[in-house]
């Protein structure tokens, strides 16, 4: 008898197979006012969740009272509430390595973007408005040779640092719960707190996860103490920075310029101040966005919740620590 499983983000066609061949499958296209009952009704049987990008809170899974593993197709586990899983001991899988390099090629690229001011030239050319030759209007700022202050070096932390040292010649520090010694072992990486590391760097890039100790962790008085010329980067989740102080440190001259794939509110609402200033690069949350990289994540993510539901959770467990 197979048991149930509800997938809640479209997957290719050869995962939904796999998984499929072990499961009776329910599927969903995320959760909205018009299949949320039945999303809810469904979870009544579902022994097994696998999907992303929708929040499962408490008072959604308190539905689910055969719930026994889930599986999110995300290295970040902010959709989840992790305590309330363990309390229920049910394992929270999820796919972190598949996506470092990747996530770290689009931080990079965002670096470069906004260094350059690569989106504003281009849309200059694109709407008529080149007329004269380059000048010191449309100067950027030089990338190589430059800090790069890293808050929460992690794997995908580390990766951008082998391309910031390695490709780029730039010098790197970081803040981080734990000193990371290979790091500073292959990138001659300096260890810090975060505030020495705001005052000093060139770009600051954010790539801690969010947890209710980080949440908030980047507002009004940290933007303060970086340098105005300072380049601020956000990779991790919206909700790490104070958005509205950096919108005010962007717009006042505090900071330089921001590139952001991630925001409080995703999709990003068209009105926002962010979608406006020239100093600001903007994308939408396309960190591990490739179509090699967000495959293998979601194989990862289904063999993850297989091996799970068998008992297995020695891999690619979120919240293992905190489980009975
Ligand atoms: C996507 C991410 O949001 O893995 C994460 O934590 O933020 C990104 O890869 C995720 O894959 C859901 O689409």
């Not at 593993?69 to 929270?92: E, F, H, K, M, W």
């Not at 801690?208 to 303060?224: D, M, S, V, Y």
């Not at 919108?247 to 991630?262: E, M, Y």
């Not at 960190?287 to 994540?297: D, K, L, P, Y």
């Amino acid at each position: 008898m197979k048991r149930n499983v509800l997938l809640y983000k479209g997957i290719p066609e050869q995962a939904l197979q796999k998984l499929q061949a072990h499961f009776n499958v329910t599927y969903f296209d995320g959760i909205n006012d018009n299949n949320k009952s039945a999303f809810l009704s469904a979870l009544a049987e579902t022994e097994g969740l696998i999907g992303a990008s929708v929040k499962m809170d408490a008072e959604i899974l308190e539905h689910a009272p055969k719930l026994k593993a889930a599986s999110t197709i995300s290295v970040g586990t902010d959709q989840y509430n992790l305590p309330y899983l363990a309390q229920r001991n049910i394992p929270l899988m999820h796919t972190p390595n598949v996506l470092n390099e990747t996530t770290a090629d689009t931080l990079f690229t965002l670096i470069m973007c906004t260094a350059r001011r690569a989106v504003e030239m281009a849309n200059m050319v694109r709407e008529g408005r080149w007329t004269s030759s380059i000048s010191e209007a449309h100067f950027g700022t030089d990338i190589h040779g430059k800090t790069l202050g890293i808050i929460g070096m992690g794997r995908i932390g580390y990766a951008i640092a082998k391309r910031a040292h390695l490709g780029f010649d730039m010098k790197i520090q970081y803040s981080n719960r734990s000193r990371k010694e290979e790091a500073e072992k292959d990138f001659n990486a300096s260890y810090m707190d975060m505030a020495s590391l705001l005052k000093t760097s060139d770009f600051v890039c954010v790539m801690t996860p969010l947890t209710p100790q980080t949440e908030r962790l980047i507002g009004k008085n940290e933007f303060a103490m970086m340098k105005k010329s300072a380049i601020f980067i956000n990779g991790s989740r919206g909700k790490v920075i104070d958005e509205s102080a950096l919108i005010d440190a962007l717009t006042q001259g505090t900071i330089k310029a921001a590139g952001l794939d991630v925001f409080e509110v995703e999709p990003l609402p068209a009105d926002s101040p962010l979608c406006k200033l020239d100093n600001a690069v903007v994308f939408p949350h396309i960190g591990s966005a490739t179509a090699e990289t967000r495959f293998n994540m979601v194989m990862c993510a289904v063999d993850n919740l297989i091996n799970a539901l068998n008992g297995d959770i020695s891999k690619n467990c979120a919240n293992k620590d905190l489980l009975k």
